[in-house]
């Protein structure tokens, strides 16, 4: 298996500051990835999200099997070429996505059928075709393998049943990827909210060896705390030598918490769907530009996030364009969101070197309370 090189340059605590290399480019640690669905981060140029200081984006198996079809977009080149992407694509195996679309698939231990959520057309994900798709057709540089994401609130019987599989899922998915010289493979962590299982699954993994570890089945439901308790109980269990990934999490408060837990990486649809629904973060906590109080503002939306969405238009106009339903108002806000998520990780990176992440995170979580945790993704583009 190759292990991407992974460097920790600083730390405070459990959090850590790094860089992952990969063949296509070094990834900064902590590390948010913008969310390109279908081979696009929602309303975004790939110029524009190179702008912001993203040095990764992920991609989304499911959507992309789906259309434009795996055999298409290996003849396309894959991501990278089809869409203007030049550095390094990690993908979700599209275990998550056929979880929300519970009752149009069916669960064996094969693998899962699903009618698509587009046309109905049935489809089958194995282990084995969730790795052609992701290091074949889409070409990804992190793959994932494929899991089953627990449901919330699962007992702990039925939690316990679906993390064995998963671990079975996790060792045909390390044959079927085999030794690939410029890709790499995660494993996932699942267990939902019990330490018992979180641990399990976390050994198992260890024992199979993958490039990197991610903790999969949180933000569907389970609140800040207990996402909190559950990396408590599961980060300690990863090779401190490997990245962490948290899949799927969240808002900036939800960020701030993993990284103090010792997350290398992080993902979420939050900023450009907020975005497209007329939601900015700032750092001063969100900012819903459809309030009639912004109408005559004439303020940058936020100074301190170097991009131009931030500081080169008036909320009055932003609010002007949301109200309106222009689309250049669901362009911008995305564009400033994906800005501010680079500009906290950069700080958090910046304060972790330093030794203040600590005093960072007492100042963040007053200013930002009660804005945290929200469901992960969303089911369709």
């Known amino acids: 298996m190759i292990s991407f090189p992974f460097t920790i340059h600083a730390t405070e605590g459990a959090a850590r500051t790094g860089v992952l290399q990969t063949p296509r480019g070094t990834i900064r640690t902590?590390?948010?990835?913008?969310?390109?669905?279908?081979?696009?981060?929602?309303?975004?140029?790939?110029?524009?999200?190179?702008?912001?200081?993203?040095?990764?984006?992920?991609?989304?198996?499911?959507?992309?099997?789906?259309?434009?079809?795996?055999?298409?977009l290996q003849r396309l080149g894959g991501v990278h070429r089809f869409g203007g992407w030049s550095g390094p694509i990690l993908t979700d195996s599209g275990g998550f996505q056929v979880w929300s679309l519970a009752g149009l698939r069916k669960l064996t231990e094969e693998g899962v059928v699903f009618r698509s959520h587009l046309d109905g057309s049935r489809h089958q994900l194995t282990p084995e075709h969730a790795m052609w798709l992701q290091a074949e057709a889409i070409g990804a540089d992190?793959?994932?393998?494929?899991?089953?994401?627990?449901?919330?609130?699962?007992?702990?019987?039925?939690?316990?049943?679906?993390?064995?599989?998963?671990?079975?899922?996790?060792?045909?998915?390390?044959d079927a990827f085999g030794e690939r010289p410029a890709q790499t493979l995660?494993?996932?962590?699942?267990?939902?909210?019990?330490?018992?299982?979180?641990?399990?699954?976390?050994?198992?993994?260890?024992?199979?060896?993958?490039?990197?570890?991610?903790?999969?089945?949180?933000?569907?439901?389970?609140?800040?705390?207990?996402?909190?308790?559950?990396l408590d109980v599961t980060v300690p269990h990863l090779p401190g030598e490997r990245p962490r990934y948290l899949m799927g999490v969240?808002?900036?408060?939800?960020?701030?918490?993993?990284?103090?837990?010792?997350?290398?990486?992080?993902?979420?649809?939050?900023?450009?769907?907020?975005?497209?629904?007329?939601?900015?973060?700032?750092?001063?906590?969100?900012?819903?530009?459809?309030?009639?109080?912004?109408?005559?503002?004439?303020d940058p939306l936020d100074p301190q996030v170097p991009?131009?969405?931030?500081?080169?238009?008036?909320?009055?106009?932003?609010?002007?364009?949301?109200k309106c339903d222009e689309i250049l108002g669901q362009v911008l806000l995305s564009w400033h969101n994906i800005a501010f998520y680079q500009h906290l990780m950069a700080t958090l990176r910046d304060a972790i070197a330093g030794g203040t992440l600590h005093a960072l995170a007492r100042d963040l979580t007053t200013r930002w309370a009660g804005q945290a945790s929200s469901p992960r993704a969303e089911p369709a583009p």
């Open 142 to 174: 992190i793959v994932m393998q494929l899991d089953e994401c627990t449901r919330f609130g699962s007992p702990h019987r039925e939690a316990e049943t679906s993390m064995e599989l998963s671990l079975r899922w996790a060792r045909r998915c390390r």
């Open 250 to 298: 969240g808002k900036p408060l939800d960020l701030v918490a993993g990284v103090l837990r010792g997350v290398d990486m992080f993902d979420c649809v939050l900023p450009t769907r907020a975005g497209r629904h007329g939601q900015a973060w700032t750092w001063d906590g969100p900012v819903n530009l459809k309030n009639a109080r912004f109408a005559e503002d004439q």
């Open 186 to 230: 995660f494993g996932i962590v699942q267990g939902s909210v019990f330490e018992d299982l979180r641990k399990r699954s976390a050994e198992g993994l260890r024992e199979i060896g993958f490039g990197g570890y991610a903790i999969g089945g949180l933000a569907v439901g389970e609140g800040h705390a207990a996402m909190c308790d559950t």
């Open 307 to 322: 991009c131009p969405a931030s500081q080169d238009y008036s909320k009055a106009y932003l609010h002007h364009l949301v």
């Open 30 to 72: 902590p590390a948010f990835m913008p969310v390109g669905t279908a081979a696009t981060v929602k309303a975004l140029t790939m110029d524009q999200v190179r702008a912001t200081g993203a040095d990764v984006i992920l991609a989304n198996t499911y959507h992309l099997m789906l259309r434009p079809g795996g055999e298409r």
